[in-house]
């Protein structure tokens, strides 16, 4: 989710200011342990916003203090989050540190993989056991949206520890295999033909 939608949602919900926007953002995403956002990328992204007349400023308040600008969705940015909201979302599942780190383990023979294994197993347990401690706080009866995005992370993580699992089994086999090597292309301009 990119915190320019989650913005243009919130302010399609009502109108806000910036410190109101990122107390919002944080709690919808599950609390700032779990998304948290710095006010200037809240301001930095109204003002951007703004600019491409997808929010505008509704009012501006003062209670006491500096003033407040309340923003409102404009209908361009109505019409965006409707394209945002019928649009998938992009999961980086190829793209992924730990492979590339067991890769290299494995090709310049810098660090042993199992062991780069058994620290990610023994890390992503940890992550584990703190969720579901997290999760079986949560009451069901008030908290369900954060129990259900818990339960996301859970099963990421125990998908995780299967795929370690499976990675561990088959590593000599994959180190018997020839390593990716890069095409090697020449250099320099082309040779002429002769005709």
Sequence with gaps: MSVRNAILGLLAQRPR???ELRAAFEAVAGGEQNWSVKPAQIYTTLARLEEANLVSVAAVEQD?????????????GRAELDVWFASRVDREHQR??????????LITGAANPYQVIQNQRTALYQDL???VAQRNQADPKTELAQILLLEQAVMHLEADLRWLD????????????PMPEPEVKTRGRPKKIAH
Excluded: W
């Design 64 to 76: 006491g203090g500096p003033q407040k600008r309340v923003y409102d969705i404009t209908p361009a």
């Design 166 to 177: 499976m990675v561990e089994v088959r590593l000599d086999e994959v180190r018997r295999q």
């Design 129 to 131: 056991h703190d969720l």
């Design 96 to 105: 992924d540190e730990l492979f590339l780190k067991l890769m290299l383990a």
């Design 17 to 19: 200011h910036g410190y």
